[in-house]
């Protein structure tokens, strides 16, 4: 299972907004509305942030939201924060009953 | 507060094993499906197992059939992964994550797997 494709980083300024993009196959991204985004800041364990394409887990902030249209999902961050810089990962269910990771994308908040 | 501990990593040459264990506390442990999920140093993260809640249906990542065991204990709320035949690329943190509706949440703290002569 070949990894989703994600950019390397992104950038923005606060209170702008950015987009990365998850790219899969009609096997997974495509296939089905299981695709979710995961936050990480250096040393510490991953956040869920967008559950099944465009839910977002209790307590995380609405500036997040996630969409998809074919085998390409995105998150939005609207807002740009300081504390939104980190590693963001995509994930997707896939065909083979198994999960696929996307490469993972960096964040910088100019 | 739901919590996920783990435990059992460690250094490890090359063709060894090793037991990783996750404490879940705060839930229901057994009607949750749960997985590991491993980070290579400097790395992204990759998938490794599934077991379903009652263990009938478990499934591996490619990279890891065959030498991994994912296996649980409901009435002691733990995880398990038996690591056999590790390989240097291997190495990796491992996290154990219980999965909510097809959502990863929460993630464990991870334990530190390094395979090396």
């Known amino acids: 299972q070949s990894a989703l494709t994600q950019p390397a980083s992104v950038s923005g300024s606060p209170g702008q907004s950015i987009t990365i993009s998850c790219t899969g196959t009609s096997s997974d991204v495509g296939g089905y509305n299981y695709v979710s985004w995961y936050q990480q800041h250096p040393g510490k364990a991953p956040k869920a942030m967008i559950y099944d394409v465009n839910n977002r887990p209790s307590g995380v902030s609405n500036r997040f939201s996630g969409s998809k249209s074919g085998n390409t999902a995105s998150l939005t961050i609207s807002g740009l924060q300081a504390e939104d810089e980190a590693d963001y990962y995509c994930s997707s269910y896939t065909s083979r009953a198994t999960w696929v990771f996307g490469g993972g994308t960096k964040l910088t908040v100019l | 507060e739901v919590q996920l501990v783990d435990s059992g990593g460690g250094l490890v040459k090359p063709g060894g094993s090793l037991r990783l264990s996750c404490a879940a506390s705060?839930?229901?442990?057994?009607?949750?499906?749960m997985n590991w999920v491993r980070q290579a140093p400097g790395k992204g993260l990759e998938w490794v197992s599934s077991i379903s809640s009652s263990s009938i249906f478990i499934y591996y990542a490619d990279s890891v059939k065959g030498r991994f065991t994912i296996s649980r204990d409901n009435a002691k709320n733990s995880l398990y992964l038996q690591m056999n035949s590790l390989r240097v690329e291997d190495t990796a943190v491992y996290y154990c994550?219980?999965?909510?509706?097809?959502?990863?949440?929460?993630w464990g703290q991870g334990t530190l797997v390094t395979v090396s002569s």
């Open positions: 994550v219980r999965d909510v509706s097809n959502c990863f949440d929460p």
């Open positions: 705060g839930f229901t442990f057994g009607n949750y499906n």
